[in-house]
T-cell receptor, first 114, second 110 residues
């Protein structure tokens, strides 16, 4: 069964450092997402990406965040200068197309900022 | 934007009993309502979904109902088992964006 894969599974970084989280969405999917989940809290939308551009972003997704689809298979989330409050699980998701396509999630990347 | 409210935040049931989780949404343009189960340390896994042209859907022990007029939808789990213990999230899709509820931690007591 096709799946969304994410790397790394866990990253520890110092405050102020840049972090790149990587995702390989399901191959024929067209919409890509990043969500964040702070420990014990809800899954929060960060950004959606379609047709090689951001289609929507939340207020969390400020200038410190960026996304990229560099090579047609990977989908990356970059945090330019990490803050303590960026510590969370980051989930990548993808879906095929259409108004009601199922959203598939990866297993997540746990980011710990010290 | 869409706002999804979910309750209860925690729910304990005896094994074999039923569990019901309720959600409301605000955006009348939302037309797809998935439910996710999240086990500790894992990503959300879709367990059932319902589209806006359907009022009820059932898959074995799991059922979901949707009332578009009232903008609420519910998850029903019957004959609960210990392996049903997890956090359950409702969600709503509006304009390509999926918004999640806060989650319900379900504990099934053997």
């Amino acid at each position: 069964e096709p799946e969304v894969t994410q790397t790394p599974s866990h990253q520890v970084t110092q405050m102020g450092q840049e972090v790149i989280l990587r995702c390989v969405p399901i191959s024929n999917h067209l919409y890509f997402y990043w969500y964040r989940q702070i420990l014990g809290q809800k899954v929060e939308f960060l950004v959606s990406f379609y047709n090689n551009e951001i289609s929507e972003k939340s207020e969390i997704f400020d200038d410190q965040f960026s996304v990229e689809r560099p090579d047609g298979s990977n989908f990356t989330l970059k945090i330019r200068s990490t803050k303590l409050e960026d510590s969370a699980m980051y989930f990548c998701a993808s879906r095929l197309a259409g108004a009601t396509g199922e959203l598939f999630f990866g297993e997540g990347s746990r980011l710990t900022v010290l | 934007g869409e706002n999804v409210e979910q309750h209860p935040s925690t729910l304990s049931v005896q094994e074999g009993d039923s569990a019901v989780i309720k959600c409301t949404y605000s955006d009348s343009a939302s037309n797809y309502f998935p439910w996710y189960k999240q086990e500790l340390g894992k990503g959300p896994q879709l367990i059932i979904d319902i589209r806006s042209n359907v009022g009820e859907k059932k898959d074995q022990r799991i059922a979901v109902t949707l009332n578009k007029t009232a903008k609420h939808f519910s998850l029903h789990i019957t004959e609960t088992q210990p392996e049903d213990s997890a956090v359950y999230f409702c969600a709503a899709l509006s304009y390509q964006k999926v918004t999640f509820g806060i989650g319900t931690k379900l504990q099934v007591i053997p």
